[in-house]
């Protein structure tokens, strides 16, 4: 039997549904799906990814039956829509949009009115009775035909008009007669007649061709390629082609064209949300040119707008509309985002997707959804993606008074921001590469701005509204945007913007609280928000789930008290160092670094002892009885030494030591390779008197606090950067002997665990002699990564990026784990560990505590628990719950 290449979409005959998003793209399935739940859906085709996947693996050519398959499939919907493509009484019109598996909003072409010509616009005159309409239709079609076949500027065709309304004294698209658009279509076909040195095609066959060929072509234009690397879609999956009959939204004041949300995608507020244009077709909506009317009435009076809303307008249609929403959510149990068009009062319905949301509305959603019994608290968990929880922790204004409001626009996006104003896309990457912070003014963004919005930290557009592509765009990316603001004027030429008078240069700062829709002058101060009901609630539900335990990596008590306020668990790591890293402290480390003889640096050692002491009660105080790992000192030598004259004088006065001789002994210990030069337990071996400070530290820390207040704290002392049994054995005996010290200077009985970190390959693989003299193993994947790979983790940046670019490497290691590799080691190391110690505790410690991804890595080889930076911590709370669900369902 003959390759299936195409898939028809239509009341009974339907051959798709949404499981078939890889093969039709989501737009392709869900029409399909939405055909067999029997709403009104203008009958179809998709013909599926697998030709676009075919197109390019044979220099851009079709597979030989598709003409076939194509035109059966066109017999269908002629049969389907009664009317008949190329007809010279009933014409069928076309649609050809793109559709890839996952949504790309406005990366990829599309044509409208296709199958227009001289002879079939005289028929859909005849049918509709509606001239103005019909050349109205053919222009359109000419101009995205021309632009995205036939690769004329549009900017040649917008000039036609403009300079034909000016001839005329119009102001206005709508002044515009039936005659005036005649003109114009035959101005437009002289046009692409002197582009291109033949006649605009009047034949629909080859019309239709050309644009399937062009939306294939689109899948691999720049823009589309950089949404693909930004949102980690495959080069491999390619898009459908869908072809559908035209409803006609711009036929007369009984037609009209809307995009709607089941629930609002910016509060999660369960009300239907969302815009129409009275005549018009579908991209007049997004373009921004006019603006949309709401479609409810309690969403007209909120935004005190005196334009009608649809539920007075058409309330028919209204009505069924929400009974299609209703549907729509059921059958999909989420959100869903719906195009419709209304031809001569008949309802169709064009499109229904995941609606993208703020991860606030996003939690509110899933949250009531569960109360709704839509959906289990365990697919509300399954469905928050965890790095998105970020946005949640975004600031918001703390206080404006003091602060002019120079303008409003739309509350397109939550959070607040302030940057330097820039006015195009590439000047806010340049800036933000230049480290500022810049927001992005646009009259209205399109998908060329995506960089800039990506460098920018809020967007601000004149024109275009709730579901303008700023807004679309900014939402996704959880980023503050103000939209449709029209009291600003942008003036590029002069690098500008006049509000109200007030001239605003280019980087001149503003401030935007995306929330309100206000725009500030200056710098508004920001607070932390407070996290919300659903949060606290979606997060119990994944604690019940999972199995791993949350700790934090965290030595400052208000890095402890954020973690604990998002639910750590314990501390995973304290490094120490970073202990010592302010004021007189790092000058005492330098002190005892740079010290020539034991005495002088027992003498640096004495003065941090209290320090130390006093911090680590502090801690503990704070975790309560709550497990925390402290680390022994780990410093990479050239991070502590002194390097500027200022310093190494400020250091030789403190130790009462010439300078030039301090200089001396700083040069001495300079290293061409700090990273894998004296730190961790090399320095440890080498000056165990650093071991005993910090060893008495931590037990006179606990003594002290057992005596205090009865607390029973059992500190878990970490050794660093251990590659033999012996260097951990060394140093362990160290700490034994100041504990007995300890244990008789103040007639109490310790209770600690001493283990190590498991960073470097050679500990992995000897992780069973290691294990009989440790306790717990944490891996470091930070230097984990380092070292398996030899990449210095200080010096990555140079080229990672290139790996990535080039796809040597897909994601950076340093980020998410390189499971094969480095994960590999991991595996071996809790293996071979655990055959030696069965009751081993093992954690992970590196940045990959707090990603995802390597998150459920590390549920798969059955480590205790991750520990990362407290703003991570609910990310690996929620991470972990899904790796659980995913695990079990992969079981
Ligand atoms: C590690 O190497 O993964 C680790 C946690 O230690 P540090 O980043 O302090 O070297
Ligand atoms: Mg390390």
Redesign the pocket.
């Known amino acids: 039997m003959a390759k299936k290449w195409v898939y028809f979409f239509g009341g009974k005959e339907t051959e798709g549904n949404a499981s078939m998003r890889d093969l039709l793209g989501g737009k392709g399935a869900n029409l399909a799906e939405m055909s067999r739940l029997g709403l009104p859906v203008p009958p179809g085709f998709s013909i599926s990814t697998e030709v676009c996947t075919h197109y390019y693996a044979n220099e851009q050519s079709y597979p030989d039956d598709i003409k076939e398959q194509v035109w059966e499939a066109l017999k269908k919907v002629e049969r389907l829509s009664g009317k008949r493509f190329g007809d010279m009484h009933s014409p069928l019109m076309l649609s050809v949009r793109s559709g890839a598996r996952v949504s790309m909003p406005g990366m990829m072409d599309t044509v409208l009115n296709l199958g227009l010509n001289s002879k079939s616009v005289l028929a859909l005159i005849e049918k509709s009775g509606n001239e103005r309409f019909a050349y109205d239709s053919y222009r359109r079609f000419i101009q995205m035909y021309s632009d995205v076949v036939l690769g004329i500027d549009v900017g040649e065709f917008e000039d036609i008009l403009e300079d034909y309304k000016e001839d005329k004294g119009y102001s206005q698209d709508t002044q515009m007669s039936g005659a005036d658009w005649k003109e114009i279509v035959n101005a437009y076909k002289v046009l692409v007649e002197e582009e291109l040195d033949e006649s605009f095609p009047e034949s629909p066959e080859a019309q239709l061709w050309g644009a399937i060929g062009a939306v294939f072509k689109s899948w691999m234009v720049p823009r589309a390629q950089t949404y693909r690397k930004l949102h980690n879609i495959s080069e491999d999956w390619g898009t459908a082609v869908n072809v559908q009959a035209m409803v006609f939204g711009n036929m007369g004041e009984d037609c009209a064209t809307g995009v709607a949300f089941t629930r609002n995608p910016s509060t999660g507020e369960k009300a239907l949300y969302g815009e129409f244009l009275i005549n018009a077709q579908g991209e007049d909506v997004v373009a921004g040119i006019r603006t949309p009317q709401d479609i409810t009435e309690a969403s007209r009076i909120a935004a005190g707008s005196q334009n009608p809303s649809l539920e007075i307008l058409m309330p028919d249609v209204f009505s069924q509309f929400t009974h299609i929403c209703e549907k729509l959510e059921r059958h999909y149990k989420d959100m869903q985002d719906l195009e419709f068009t209304v031809e001569q009062g008949k309802l169709w319905m064009l499109q229904t997707r995941k609606g993208k949301r703020t991860m606030s509305a996003a939690l509110k959603i899933a949250v009531e959804m569960v109360e709704e019994e839509l959906i289990s608290e365990r697919e509300a968990v399954d469905r928050i993606d965890p790095s998105s929880l970020d946005q949640l922790l975004h600031p918001t204004i703390a206080e404006s008074a003091g602060h002019e409001e120079l303008t409003t626009g739309l509350p397109a996006s939550p959070g607040a921001a302030y940057g330097a104003v820039v006015f195009t896309a590439d000047e806010a990457e340049a800036e933000k590469a230049n480290g500022n912070p810049v927001i992005l003014v646009r009259v209205e963004t399109s998908p060329e701005d995506i960089h800039g919005m990506h460098a920018a930290l809020g967007v601000l557009t004149t024109r275009g509204g709730m579901t303008s592509h700023a807004a679309v765009v900014a939402r996704g990316m959880g980023k503050p945007c103000i939209s449709g603001a029209g009291g600003i004027r942008v003036d590029l030429p002069r690098q500008q913007m006049i509000i109200e008078g007030k001239i605003i240069n280019k980087g001149d700062f503003i401030t935007l609280d995306g929330s309100s829709g206000r725009v500030f002058d200056g710098r508004v101060e920001m607070q932390q928000p407070e996290t919300s009901q659903e949060f606290r609630r979606l997060m119990e539900w994944a604690d019940d789930i999972r199995r791993m335990k949350v700790r934090t990596?965290a030595e400052t008590p208000s890095d402890v008290k954020t973690a604990l306020s998002f639910g750590a668990e314990g501390i995973g790591?304290c490094?120490t160092?970073h202990m010592f890293f302010q004021g007189e402290r790092i000058l005492s480390v330098r002190e005892m670094i740079l010290a020539d003889t034991k005495v002088e640096r027992q003498k640096a050692l004495a003065k941090l002892l209290p320090m130390q002491r006093q911090d680590l009660i502090q801690i503990f105080e704070l975790m309560e009885e709550l497990p925390v790992t402290i680390?022994l000192l780990?410093p990479?030598l050239h991070e502590f030494l002194p390097k500027t004259e200022k310093e190494i004088e400020e250091v030789a006065l403190n130790m009462g030591v010439n300078s030039e001789d301090l200089k001396e002994r700083a040069q001495e210990l300079h290293e061409v390779n700090p990273m894998l030069g004296n730190r961790?337990c090399r320095l440890l071996v080498l000056f165990p008197e650093i071991v005993e400070m910090q060893a008495r530290a931590i037990f006179e820390a606990t003594a002290e606090l057992s005596k205090r207040t009865g607390a029973t704290v059992k500190p878990e002392i970490m050794v660093?950067?251990v590659g033999m049994k012996s260097e951990l054995e060394n140093v362990r005996s160290t700490i034994l002997s100041v504990a007995k010290e300890v244990e008789q200077e103040n007639d109490v009985s310790l209770n600690f665990s001493i283990g190590t970190?498991i960073?470097l390959p050679r500990a992995a693989l000897r992780a069973e002699d290691i294990a009989e003299v440790a306790e717990f193993f944490?891996?470091?994947?930070?230097?984990?990564?380092?070292t398996t790979f030899g990449i210095s983790?200080d010096d990555a940046a140079s080229f990672l990026g290139n790996y990535q670019e080039t796809g040597i490497l897909k994601l950076d290691p340093f980020v998410s784990i390189d499971e094969k590799g480095v994960g590999e080691l991991v595996s071996i190391g809790v293996r071979r560990g655990k055959s030696r110690r069965p009751d081993l505790k093992v954690g992970?410690?590196?940045?990959?505590g707090g990603d995802p991804h390597s998150i459920s890595f590390c549920e798969m080889i059955g480590l205790d628990y991750i520990s990362c930076s407290p703003f991570r911590v609910p990310i690996a709370r929620l991470a972990a719950a899904q790796a659980v669900l995913r695990s079990s369902s992969s079981r």
């Open positions: 990596n790591l490094r160092e680390r780990d990479p961790g660093p950067l970190m960073e944490s891996f470091g994947t930070n230097d984990l990564t380092q983790r992970i410690c590196g940045e990959h």
